[in-house]
């Protein structure tokens, strides 16, 4: 599957293994997008809603030989094979729904 595609949801799963808050605020309550948005899954079940999704420029993630990270807040995070989100992106950019243990993103 194209790179960029596995890439651009990824790491929705990573983010469920503790509670985080979500941001949504209403504005995305009538994006067209939603449903597919709340329909993603991963290896770690459902997740991703697209209020509490974030957009990673280009620089801030890479591939190696099929095995992704990224950059959150200045720290490099490994994202893990279940994570990755295979379905074909829609959105056309690279997102991640971020996570934290102990202050550092997971």
Known sequence: MHVLTRAAVLLGAVFLTSPTLARD???YANSPLKPWFE???SGYGQ???DADGYVVADPDWESDHGHYRVLI???WVVVPNEAVITEPNKIGR?????HYIDGHPR
């Open 94 to 98: 690279t997102m991640v729904w971020k």
């Open 25 to 27: 605020d209403g504005r």
């Open 73 to 75: 807040d200045s720290e």
């Open 39 to 41: 329909s993603l899954h």
């Open 47 to 49: 997740c991703c809603s």
